[in-house]
Structure formats: C-alpha cells, structure tokens
C-alpha cells in the first residue's frame, strides 16, 4: 500500500450508481488530490482511487491532455487497485512549463521515478495510453530494476518512421468535408483558447476515425478540454511545440529489448495506429505479450469495456 495514504485518507464509498448490464458495472470511489514536487520546482497534480493492496500509476495520452479524458471511465479498476493518476508536467493542474528543456520528454520519465519516490512504491505497475506508452518506454529503459508490470494501451510505435502509417490510417478515414470542418474548428480554437464548445466540437471530429464503433464515444464520461485557460493556451503553443518534437528519430527497440518486465500490449485492428507496431512492442519485449481486438480503436476500454478490464485485471493479478 502506498506509504502516504492512511486508511482514513483513502476508503470505498460502496455508492453504486446506474443498472448493472452486461457491459459495466458503474461504482463511485472518493479521489484523494494532491500534488508531488518534482524536479526545478514542477509540481505534479494527482489524483489517488480506490484502497487496494496493490497500486496502479495510469498515464494519460496526448501530449498536453490531462487525466480528465478518461479518469471516470477507467474507474471500474479501482475495485481491484489503488489507482494513481496524474496532470504531466505543462498540463492541467501541473505546473505549466512552457520552455523547451522542461518539456523534453526525458523529463516526463523523470517525473513518474518523482511520484514513484513520493509514494514509496518500490517497483510500479503502470498503465500507459497513447502518449503514455512513450512515458513508459522512456522510463522503463531508464529505470528498469524500478518496474513491475507494463500495460500498454493504443501504443506509439517503436521507430519514428512507423507514425508515417498512422497518419495515412487517419487520412483514408476522413473526407473532404470533415477536413474543412476540423481546420475551421482549429483555427477557432487557437484564436480562442478558452471556448469549449469549440474545443469539444474539435476533439470529437478529430477522434471520430480512432473508433471502430464510433457510437461507444457516447459511453464517455472524460473531457478532452479539462483544465484552465491557460492550461489549453500552453497545450498548443508549447506542448504541442516541443514534447514529441524533443524525441528526434527515435527507435526504443534496443533499449527495451533489455527490460523484463512483464508487459501486456493491448491493441484494437481499427486502431489508425499501426497494428505492426503493437506487435514489434511484443516481439521487442522479453517478456511481452499482445492482445489484440478484433474491430476496436484507440479506446478499447470504451468499445469493449468488459473484454478490456478483464484482461487487465488478469494481468495485474497476484498469484
């Protein structure tokens, strides 16, 4: 259990909420807030769920989104586990870098080895999204001796070169009409940081070709637009800017050849990030395994939401 949380901090509300059906059972834990200090006087916003024995650091995709896009759908895990989110660094309610050398990526693995020592977690169990499996990967090859277990969700390939067929998926999915849509939406969001309703029509429209099912977008309780003003304005002029810029030609094949940890790949075949990918992060790792789904996108956990929270939990599950 983590070293800072009492049993009076942390406990299971037992509120459900909501009909039981076969998809999902819905259940309100109370999330205890925080902040960690990290390195050059960054303070990392987090958010703890759940009371478990066992503790699972969950990074979020983007860069430059915030946990909100998917905390409340990924609650169902709290059951099972201590779950530990956090805003990185120049997002949501984290310090809002903006400079070049504060948003290379090397530092966003400095920050999970920051909320691992806070903790006094000895070795993590982490879950990354999207963005989050980069987070991973750089800390994994840095600190390997540090990690227990590894799910990567919707992972970023492992050669630069491969986003190249992300972006034709992408391409192929949308027409003429939804590409003058999504520029005009852009354009309008930039020129007005703090719309909302700008900012959701635009993140709906560009997450429409990452479905399989684009009606389980509906089964989404997150928000791609969480976060202040000028956490949205730091977003596009420097997150966007720098973070995966400051990866260069990057090929984590090498590096993570080494890594043993235990790893589950989980990766849907209508997923615009490439298939090839997810099977090299099986292939690479020693100890890798892949479970792909047939049909589903970049949100396995909303298309197939009870296939997804099986197979993590029998992961992370103790023997």
Known sequence: ?????????????????????????????????????????????????????????????????????????????????????????????????????????????????????????????????????AVI???????????????????LPLQQHQLGEASRNLEARRDSTTLKRMRELHEKSVADPGNTAVCTALYALWFEAFYGNRNAATRSKGDFCAGTLESRRNKMSSVDRYTMASLGQWDWRSPLSKVLAPTLIIHGTADPLPQSAAQEWATVLPNGRLLLLKGVGHFPYLEVPRQFFRAVNHFLRKD
């Not at 600190?143 to 277990?149: G, L, N, S």
């Open 137 to 155: 990967s750089l800390y994994a090859t840095r600190y390997p001796e540090k990690v227990d277990k590894m799910i990567i969700v919707g992972a």
């Open 1 to 133: 259990m983590l070293k800072s949380v009492s049993n009076s901090m942390l406990f299971l509300l037992v509120v459900l909420f909501g009909c039981k059906t076969a998809e999902r059972t819905s259940t309100v834990f109370r999330a205890q807030e925080g902040y960690v200090e990290a390195a050059n006087g960054v303070r990392l916003f987090y958010r703890l769920l759940g009371a478990r024995p066992d503790t699972l650091v969950v990074i979020h995709g983007g860069p430059g989104l915030t946990m909100d896009y998917f905390f409340d759908d990924l609650a169902p895990l709290a059951v099972n586990h201590t779950l530990l989110f956090y805003d990185q660094r120049g997002t949501g309610r984290s310090t809002l870098v903006s400079d070049s050398i504060s948003l290379d990526a090397q530092r966003f693995a400095e920050d999970l080895e920051a909320i691992r020592k806070y903790f006094g977690i000895k070795k993590l169990a982490l879950l990354g999204h999207s963005w989050g499996s």
